[in-house]
């Protein structure tokens, strides 16, 4: 069942991290809500998700129950845009708006593009557990995905010694679609078929 909650958008989420000094950006707090989504474990609860945020003993505390109420509420907001983007098999990376000649920006677009993978998705989707019972393919999908964030740490590593960004970008672009080719995959033929099964509520 999915809840009423709706997404305050971007820029007031960011805020919202930032006042409660939650160290996970924005980007990775996406991806790991569409992995969590996307996870077999079915005992996996947004609220699990939520404070993984935080580093264990460091969530934050909320005083009374309209500030948990709230709390909870903006995040479910994300949650069912981020499940949305599941069920229409739409999830993509987040578009880089900078400069694609700076070498300084493209090594940090790169550090941004593993975390969002491995500490995003990746974890999302394993949620906690050293193993899952899945198919062997997305078994692969699976490891092919934290084998692409390295391969955005190599790139990051060729720009900060001095690699010409022009033959760079091209390799990071390519590499985003070979991960959101591997998103539709899964969801496609994992996650599509008990799409609703996987719906998580906040309890």
Known sequence: ???ENQYI?????????E????????EVVKMRFAGALCSPNLELRPTDVISSFWPSGQAPRLET???ADLFFKFFMGLWDE???EIKTNTLKLPEFSGNKNDTKELAELCHSRADQIEFGFV???WGGCETLSIPNYAAELMASLSDMAD??????KKLTQAENPKDIYPVILNTDQMVEKTFRFLIE???????????????
Do not use: W
């Not at 006042?19 to 924005?26: E, F, I, M, S």
């Not at 391969?151 to 990051?156: E, F, K, N, P, T």
């Open 1 to 3: 069942m999915q809840t």
């Open 123 to 125: 974890e999302g989707f």
């Open 189 to 203: 033929h994992m996650v599509l078929p008990h799409i609703e099964q996987l719906q998580r509520s906040v309890n």
């Open 151 to 156: 391969v955005y740490g190599v790139l990051a």
């Open 82 to 84: 981020m499940f949305v």
């Open 9 to 17: 958008g971007d820029d007031k989420f960011t805020k919202m991290l």
């Open 65 to 67: 129950k309209s500030e």
């Open 19 to 26: 006042h409660y000094q939650c160290p996970t950006p924005l």
